[in-house]
């Protein structure tokens, strides 16, 4: 069976630009949570979804935001981007609650 | 924040060398997961325990856990080159919520 899938791998943005990266969960997965990890530091959480709704939202501005189609992959979008939004951007699905996540390779983001 | 603290920050080994590496935590957990990640990959999932449990074993790794002292540790015996990675450990707190929530990790360095 495929792993999560992400795309692109990497991606090169400005200042001020946006950004959409996507997500797709292993076959069955109706939960996807997006994580941002920056170079150094674990991975911090995003958002997470389930069933199309948001789930839950980690402490990040409105400049970011999500969404779950109804095949259960989900879209990442970050506008009006910082030099700080420089990042690994994982996303990760799961069965059930208390189930190990299962992650993508990520997609590395850099603002020049 | 980071809900979990891993130490130590780097550990450098030689191969066949126990690898201990520790987690500490703040609030109340549902269960601890650790993870290890390749340089520039996805996170892969390793063990995961639960919050009434007290210890793991899956192959060579040993996981335990203390909810008394909000702390977990994972020991990795005979390493090999091929452990040389970063670890994490992760929470899910007892919310409901399937968010993770990631400690900084520990660099390990198996030698050959």
């Known amino acids: 069976d495929a792993g999560v899938t992400q795309s692109p791998t990497h991606l090169i943005k400005t200042r001020g630009q946006h950004v959409t990266l996507r997500c797709s969960p292993i076959s069955g997965h109706k939960s996807v949570s997006w994580y941002q990890q920056v170079l150094g530091q674990g991975p911090q959480f995003i958002f997470q979804y389930y069933e199309k709704e948001e789930r839950g939202r980690g402490n990040f501005p409105d400049r970011f935001s999500a969404r779950q189609f109804p095949n259960y992959s989900s879209e990442l979008n970050v506008n009006a981007l910082l030099l700080g939004d420089s990042a690994l951007y994982l996303c990760?699905?799961?069965?059930?609650?208390?189930?190990?996540?299962?992650f993508g390779d990520g997609t590395r983001l850099s603002i020049l | 924040s980071q809900q979990g603290e891993e130490d130590p920050q780097a550990l450098s080994i030689q191969e066949g060398e126990n690898a201990t590496m520790n987690c500490s935590y703040k609030?109340?957990?549902?269960?601890l997961q650790w993870y290890r990640q390749n340089s520039g990959r996805g996170l892969v999932h390793l063990i995961l325990i639960r919050s009434n449990e007290r210890e793991k074993h899956s192959g060579r790794l040993r996981v335990t856990l203390d909810t008394s002292k909000k702390s977990s540790s994972l020991l990795i015996t005979a390493s090999r080159a091929a452990d040389t990675a970063s670890y994490f450990c992760?929470?899910?707190?007892?919310?409901?919520?399937?968010?993770?929530?990631f400690g900084s990790g520990t660099r390990l360095q198996v030698q050959p």
């Open positions: 609030t109340s957990i549902n269960n």
């Open positions: 990760a699905s799961s069965l059930l609650s208390g189930q190990p996540q299962h």
């Open positions: 992760a929470t899910e707190l007892d919310t409901g919520r399937r968010a993770l929530t």
